[in-house]
């Protein structure tokens, strides 16, 4: 049994979906090997940048440093009493 091995380029923006720049002769189940691309990479920055800019864009808005206190505080405290209970 001889297999055809076809090689096209493409992207994939959530880990999940690969969109090829062009069609392959194929239809029904196939194997993919995937090869990233270094000259597409983006850097940590450039990825934050890009980012924060799409959250600024729907509208989110970060917790305060005050408000992220806050919750670490409370979640320590359920662990505090999770352990009291467990003994």
């Not at 890009?50 to 917790?63: C, E, K």
Request: aromatic share 6%.
């Amino acid at each position: 049994m001889s297999c055809k091995v076809y090689e096209a380029t493409g992207a994939t923006d959530d880990g999940a979906t690969i969109v090829l720049d062009t069609p392959l002769p194929v239809r029904g189940r196939v194997k993919v090997q995937v090869e990233a691309q270094n000259e597409e990479a983006q850097n940590l920055w450039e990825f934050l940048e890009t980012l924060h800019a799409q959250q600024r864009a729907r509208g989110h808005v970060p917790p305060t440093p005050e408000e992220v206190e806050s919750y670490i505080r409370e979640l320590r405290s359920e662990w505090r009493d999770e352990e009291n209970l467990s003994r």
